[in-house]
């Protein structure tokens, strides 16, 4: 049954209107994985996602993942508490200058302790910054991002928070499964 699904696309424009959060209730270390690793993209990818509905790469190869994640200007931060992985950010670095927040978000357990805002703090930071550790790319003058009803629910507020601002919003409808995929088929999570 078709669901309306709202999409919110967000941008910043100057890394001046960046609003950092608060720091997290327990110390969070954000560390950029360097090699390139698509087991580690797709356990990402299906650990936050798996309650959204990102269902896009589901289907992916080993090899189409080793590409996307291979080019210039993209890049995984992954936040870690105590050495657990509990979120990460995919960043896609553009020709124009642009940078998009591809993938962002935290596993569910680990949400309400203050590390989404933090999270996404560095990766604003680390977005503005890019050309430093891309010198292929031109400097950093737009970082976007797009999310929709079916994300967390803390995710727009978090975007603007940190001084993002919605540039358009999209109202359609979508065949939208009757449940998520979740992180793993049969994981029977509570």
Do not use: K
Not at 108 to 124: M, S, V, W
């Amino acid at each position: 049954m078709p669901v309306d699904i709202t999409t919110w696309h967000l941008e910043q424009t100057d890394p001046a209107r960046l609003r950092p959060a608060a720091p997290p209730t327990d110390p969070v270390d954000i560390t950029r994985a360097e090699l390139v690793s698509p087991e580690l993209n797709r356990y990402l990818y299906t650990a936050v996602g798996g309650d959204w509905f990102w269902t896009d790469r589901l289907a992916w190869t080993w090899p189409q993942w080793r590409d996307w994640l291979d080019r210039p200007g993209v890049e995984t931060w992954v936040a870690s508490l105590r050495g657990t992985p509990v979120g990460y950010v995919e960043l896609d670095g553009h020709a124009g200058g642009e940078v998009e927040i591809a993938y962002f978000g935290l596993l569910p357990q680990f949400t309400g302790r203050r590390i989404g805002g933090h999270l996404l703090t560095a990766a604003l930071e680390r977005a503005w910054s890019l050309a430093e550790r891309w010198p292929s790319l031109p400097a950093t003058r737009r970082v976007w991002v797009h999310t929709c009803s079916l994300d967390g629910p803390a995710a727009l507020q978090n975007y603007q928070a940190r001084g993002m601002a919605v540039y358009n919003t999209v109202v359609e409808p979508s065949a939208t499964p009757a449940a998520t995929p979740g992180p793993w088929p049969g994981a029977a999570r509570p």
